[in-house]
């Protein structure tokens, strides 16, 4: 028996098991269609996963110069998004705040004269999105190699992001990346601008809670 043969064998049991075996064929039907749609993502899932790895940037200049000769790739803009945000919360806001707004759709964010890169995070949008990271530190840390195992913490010289999903159509993109803190991935969407550069547009599900350290858990 063969790969497939076997893969529809369990698909018929799962079916049977789950609507039993008094069911109408046609319902059993509707529900292998929707067990074959969720096997099929999370294979598809499965075979984009992988690991991209680089080095914290701690100052502006620096991140600036890496941003405009590799940001027509919109998983490196994620990713400086995120190295702006680690920034941010664990070492030099004045840093930070550039850095990310280096990467985010300038309309969305606050002109500002003494900023290097011109501009400052809003209060709403964006600018509440970061204040709840900084407010919740692990959150930014599990998307480059922290998880609740490993209290968080992450290695600057070799973070990693974990993409598990991309998109691209004309000039927009939509990048799936996974959390070591969250059961599912976070989706975040760009557009590319007329320079060919990719600016993020959506980022909120980026700053949703990550689970409690393990140490922590049996703590009451």
Do not use: C
Request: charged content about 35%; glycine content about 8%; hydrophobic content about 30%.
């Amino acid at each position: 028996m063969g790969f497939l043969d076997k893969l529809k064998r369990d698909m018929k049991y799962k079916v049977r098991s789950k609507t039993g075996a008094t069911t109408s064929r046609a319902t059993r039907d509707r529900e292998a269609k929707k067990l074959g749609r969720k096997f099929l993502k999370g294979l598809k899932k499965g075979l984009m996963s992988r690991k991209l790895k680089m080095k914290h940037i701690d100052n502006w200049e620096e991140i600036k110069e890496k941003f405009e000769k590799e940001a027509d790739d919109p998983e490196k803009t994620v990713f400086f998004y995120l190295i702006g945000v680690l920034e941010y919360i664990t070492g030099d806001k004045k840093q930070g705040e550039p850095m990310i707004t280096l990467t985010v759709k300038a309309n969305m964010m606050q002109k500002d004269p003494v900023s290097p890169s011109g501009l400052k995070l809003p209060q709403s949008g964006e600018g509440y999105f970061v204040q709840h990271m900084l407010e919740s530190p692990n959150i930014v840390k599990s998307f480059v190699g922290g998880n609740p195992d490993n209290n968080y913490e992450v290695d600057k010289e070799e973070l990693v992001m974990h993409l598990v999903g991309k998109k691209v159509k004309r000039n927009f993109a939509v990048i799936d990346i996974q959390s070591g803190g969250k059961d599912f991935y976070s989706r975040v969407k760009l557009q590319k601008n007329k320079y060919g550069i990719w600016k993020l547009y959506e980022t909120s599900s980026i700053a949703t809670g990550v689970q409690e350290v393990t140490e922590d858990k049996d703590d009451f």
